[in-house]
C-alpha cells in the first residue's frame, strides 16, 4: 500500500517497530513495514528521522508531494535500481531515431486509450446527443492522428526536432478533439471550455491535474526502482531539470485519472466545498475533497486488469512497463 500524508500537523514516526501515522486530530493508526510501499508528504507534515531511515533501509521511498500531487524531491538511498549501463544507454536513446520510435508507439497507444474511453461513456448511457454526436465526429481525428504515428518512419539514425514536433502536433490534435468530448460527457454545470493547467479554471481540471500529479509520482517511482532516469527522456528531452522520461512514459497512463475524474463528478461523490476559486489563483482542490479523490485513486490503482497479456493491478503494470524499458536499454545498441 502507498501511505498519503496530505493534511498540515499530519504525523509520521515508528511505534513498536511499523510506522505510525496521526492526523493532527483524531487516532492514530500502526503499518506494518511489509505493507507498505511508497510514502507521500506534502507541506506541514510532521516526522522524524527514525521513520525516514527506516524508510530508506526497507527500500521504501518517501515523495515529497506539492499542493497539487505533482512530485518535487524525494527521500532515498542514492542506490539506482539497477546497473549503470542502463542509464549511460538512456541516454544514447534519447537522441536516436529508436527512442522516437518508442515514442511514437505510446502516442499511439495514448489516443487508442482515449477513444476506448469515450466509447465505454457512450455505452453507459450516460449521456446525451451532444456528446455522441462530437464522439462520433472526433473518432475519424483520432484514427488519423493513430496512423500517422504507426506509419511515421525515421529519415536518419539521430532524433529529429522536425519529428519530434510532428508528434506533438498529432498528439495535440487528437488531445483537443478528445477533451472537447469529456466535456460534453460531464454533467453540465462541470463542462468546460480547454484543458487548463497552473491555474486551472475550472473543478474538473483542477480534479485532474491532482490526480496527474499523484499518477506522475508513480511513474517517477516505478523509473527510480527499474533503473532509469527520470530526467533523460526522449520527447521531452529540452526540457531542463524537469523528469522527461515521467513526462513521456506517463502518456499512456493519462486516461485512468481521466476516467476517475469523470465518474467523480458523475456521481457527485464530492463534497460542496471541494474546490475553492480565487481571482489568481484560479480553482483548487480543497482538503475536503482530497481524501475522496486520493482514496478513489489508490483503489483504482490497486484494480487488477488484464494489459500485455497478464492479469495485475494497475500499479504493478507501471512498474511492469518501466522494467521492459530497462531491459530494452541494456542490451541497446544505437542505430548507425
Not at 514516526?13 to 496521526?22: M, S
Not at 474511453?117 to 448511457?125: A, D, I, V, W
Not at 496512423?147 to 498528439?171: I, K, V
Request: aromatic share 12%.
Amino acid at each position: 500500500m502507498q501511505l498519503f500524508l496530505d493534511s498540515y500537523g499530519a504525523f509520521l514516526g515508528l511505534r513498536d517497530g511499523q510506522f505510525w501515522v496521526k492526523p493532527r486530530q483524531g487516532e492514530g493508526r500502526a503499518f506494518a513495514i511489509r505493507e507498505v510501499n511508497a510514502i507521500f508528504l506534502t507541506k506541514g507534515v510532521r516526522l522524524t528521522t527514525d521513520a525516514l531511515i527506516l524508510a530508506i533501509r526497507e527500500n521504501i521511498p518517501v515523495l515529497l508531494i506539492d499542493a497539487i500531487g505533482h512530485p518535487i524531491g524525494q527521500v532515498w538511498s542514492g542506490q539506482f535500481g539497477s546497473i549503470a549501463t542502463i542509464r549511460k544507454n538512456q541516454a544514447l536513446f534519447s537522441t536516436d531515431s529508436q527512442g522516437l520510435r518508442w515514442i511514437s508507439r505510446l502516442l499511439q497507444q495514448k489516443i487508442d486509450n482515449q477513444q476506448q474511453l469515450l466509447q465505454t461513456f457512450l455505452r453507459s448511457g450516460e449521456h446525451d446527443a451532444p456528446f455522441a454526436t462530437e464522439v462520433e465526429r472526433s473518432i475519424p481525428i483520432f484514427r488519423k492522428m493513430s496512423d500517422n504515428l504507426r506509419d511515421w518512419q525515421p529519415l536518419s539514425a539521430r532524433r529529429s526536432d522536425d519529428d519530434a514536433a510532428s508528434f506533438r502536433g498529432w498528439e495535440g490534435t487528437a488531445t483537443r478533439h478528445y477533451f472537447r468530448c469529456l466535456s460534453l460527457a460531464l454533467p453540465e454545470k462541470y463542462r468546460f471550455a480547454a484543458r487548463s493547467k497552473r491555474p486551472a479554471y475550472d473543478p474538473f481540471n483542477a480534479l485532474l491535474n491532482y490526480l496527474y500529479g499523484m499518477l506522475y509520482a508513480f511513474v517517477e517511482l516505478a523509473q527510480m526502482k527499474a533503473g532509469l532516469d527520470p530526467y533523460t527522456g526522449v520527447l521531452h528531452a529540452d526540457e531542463y531539470n524537469r523528469p522527461t522520461l515521467v513526462f513521456d512514459q506517463i502518456e499512456i497512463y493519462r486516461h485512468w485519472p481521466e476516467r476517475i475524474a469523470v465518474q467523480l463528478l458523475r456521481d457527485d461523490r464530492l463534497p460542496a466545498d471541494a474546490f475553492r476559486e480565487t481571482e489568481k489563483e484560479g480553482v483548487w482542490l480543497e482538503k475536503s475533497g482530497k481524501g475522496v479523490v486520493i482514496d478513489s485513486f489508490l483503489a483504482y490503482l490497486d484494480e487488477k486488469i488484464e494489459y500485455r497479456e497478464q492479469v495485475r493491478r494497475r500499479a504493478t503494470h507501471i512498474d511492469l512497463d518501466a522494467l521492459r524499458l530497462a531491459s530494452r536499454l541494456k542490451s541497446f545498441e544505437p542505430s548507425k
